[in-house]
Nanobody, 126 residues
Framework: QVQLVESGGGLVQAGASLRLSCEAS????????MGWFRQTPGKEREFVAA????????YYGDSVKGRFTISRDSAKNTVYLQMNSLKYEDTGVYFC???????????????????WGQGTQVTVSS
């Protein structure tokens, strides 16, 4: 079991930066692939970023590549999402997710993740 709690969301102007945090607890966190997804009303969850469990390699959605960075602090059991040069289109609820057994081909698929946080709202004003 993994419990996830996100924080760090808020209201910012376009061009600003935010850092989201996802604090995890549970035995499987250390060997889980961690992901960030976002969702807006009426739309499916969109892949934002992932950190592969064994290599630590990171992967990003096309819309955030070059602006967002996912990282992990194992000592703090926390995963971060640094978001720079925020755009209006980045507005949404951001969810942290953990996947202890996901296969690589599914890393961008929300269905591959077993545990989810409650989400944190990010609003970017234009």
């Amino acid at each position: 079991q993994v419990q996830l709690v996100e924080s760090g969301g808020g209201l910012v102007q376009a061009g600003a930066s935010l850092r989201l945090s996802c604090e995890a607890s549970g035995r499987t966190f250390s060997r889980s692939t961690m992901g960030w997804f976002r969702q807006t009303p009426g739309k499916e969850r969109e892949f934002v970023a992932a950190l592969w469990r064994s290599t630590g390699n990171s992967y990003y959605g096309d819309s955030v590549k070059g602006r967002f960075t996912i990282s992990r602090d194992s000592a703090k059991n926390t995963v971060y999402l640094q978001m720079n040069s925020l755009k209006y289109e980045d507005t949404g609820v951001y969810f942290c997710a953990a996947a202890p057994t996901i296969i690589f081909s599914e890393v961008r698929n929300a269905r591959g993740y077993d545990y989810w946080g409650q989400g944190t709202q990010v609003t970017v004003s234009s």
